[in-house]
């Protein structure tokens, strides 16, 4: 007879099934996220055309990716406390109010400067929205259906951010890249309607005061790490040869060491200041969520999984566009099949947890994960495109089994009033790790090929080279997964009194 794994965790006196009510309100707040997340990743395919239709330059309209990230950074850490302090529906008005708001300010936008602040205020909403959907799971939801529920929260996460590029490949293909936004106000518009009328409020608010020094810290610390994150590679190569170069280079140098220097000193000022405030439970993120070795080590795991999943998804279409020679249409088309799958086996995979626990999904979707990152590191110009059709759909399964696994286990080994906490930091995690990664294997990405290309090297293969070079450094830094997998378990409820995460 098979055994599941489990932890013992403190229980959340959850009903025995989710009612209508709650099974409404999620699936809103499900709709609602996958369109504002969509948004994170549908302008990097938009930049060539910004550049020509706003006459700007192609750093500065990078800016609409990195102030979106930015923003989030700064935003998703105060989610734990506005989670906590206001009601389901507000925090909902508010999240998709900001980015339907935030939209129609991009969807008109007569020039570079209003596009941004529309992102920004898009950002705003989007940060807010997966702690809320998680939170409000882990609030209705009973322990034993929440792999399922999480399975469709998984398709949210993953699968939005996957198809972002092949949406904005067709759209810009065929028409103006204002339709980006065209398509997605009416939907975001419908959401805002329809849940102001039909979500209810859920679980129980506080009264806790906001500390404004914590939420300084908060903005300087993770807007520094991913500020400085962004722009790393950004000051060229060192094949540089003129003043003008040269200085651009410098610039980004400084600026890169200061923003990281002030994030990383931010950040340690910010763990103090929580640690003092959560003796009176007035922390803005409390950390006492780390006192559970299981959430502790689901989240460093789900880290590694995000910093490999966003650069993966970014380089590999770069490759395809570029040592490849396709279209931005085709290369989106490629990595669609590969999301599809993520959101057809999300609840599927959210059954099996269920019913089996960690180990059988998550020790084969990290196996499945690391032997196509090393299988990427094989790639060339003349790679058949059926073979990365095949193995990105293989990796995009391998991701579904791990990503569903994380998330339930990780807020399952907390108590009950430490949700919220908890999902803010997942969902930190997740856009730092994924500003590192992004960064990371572009970066390396980038400067091998130029490097070859110096060399003498065909500009197909000399970029063929450098994404082997980014794919490798995914694959060595993924592979001490293997080891983690099999320490996280599923959290089971416990009697009164137990603690959590044991």
Known sequence: MATTDTVRTVPATPPTTVGAKENRVIWLLLAAAFVAILNETTMGVAIP??????????????????????TMAVVIPTTGFLLRRFSTRAMFATA???????????????????????????????????????????????????GRMMGRVSVVISLAPAIGPTMSGLVLDNLSWRWIFAI?????????????????????????????????????????????????????????????????????????????????????????????????????????????????????????????????????????????????????LVVLPGALAMGLLGPVIGRIYDRWGTRVLLLPGTVIVLAILWWFTTLTESTPVWALVVTQTLLSVGLAMSFTPLFTASLGSLEPKYYSYGSATVST?????????????????????????????????????????????????????????????KPADAPEGMPAGH
């Open 184 to 332: 997605v106000l009416p939907i975001a518009v419908l959401a805002l309607a329809v849940g102001v009328k039909w979500i209810q409020n859920l679980g129980e608010t506080s009264h806790a005061p906001l500390d404004i020094l914590s939420v300084l810290l908060s903005a300087l610390g993770f807007g520094g790490l991913v500020f400085g994150l962004s722009q790393i590679g950004g000051g060229g190569h060192g094949g540089a040869t003129d003043a003008a170069a040269q200085a651009a280079s410098g610039l980004a140098t400084v600026t890169l060491v200061v923003s990281l220097s002030i994030g990383v000193v931010a950040l340690g000022l910010f763990v103090w200041r929580q640690l003092v405030l959560q003796k009176v439970d007035d922390a803005l993120l409390d950390l006492r969520i780390f006192r559970s070795a299981n959430f502790s080590l689901s989240v460093a795991h789900f880290a590694v999984m995000s910093l490999a999943f966003f650069g993966t998804i970014t380089a590999l279409p770069l490759f395809m566009q570029g040592p490849m020679g396709m279209s931005a249409t085709d290369a989106g």
């Open 429 to 489: 995690i997740q856009q730092v790790a994924g500003a590192a990664g992004i960064a990371l294997l572009i970066t390396v990405m980038s400067s091998v090929s130029a490097s070859q290309a110096a060399a003498g090297a065909a500009e197909a293969a000399a970029g063929a080279a450098g994404a082997r070079a980014a794919f490798l450094l995914a694959a060595i830094i993924g592979t001490p997964l293997l080891i983690s997998a099999f320490f996280i378990r």
């Open 96 to 146: 998709m109010g900001l980015f339907s708001t935030g939209t129609l300010i991009a969807l008109v936008a007569p020039g570079f400067e209003v596009l941004l602040v529309g992102r920004v205020v898009q950002a705003s909403g989007t940060a807010v929205m997966m702690p809320l959907l998680m939170t409000t799971l882990m609030t209705v939801v009973p322990a034993h259906l929440r």
């Open 49 to 70: 055309h910004l550049v020509h239709d706003l006459d700007i330059t192609e750093v500065t309209a990078q800016w609409l990716t990195t102030a979106f990230m930015l």
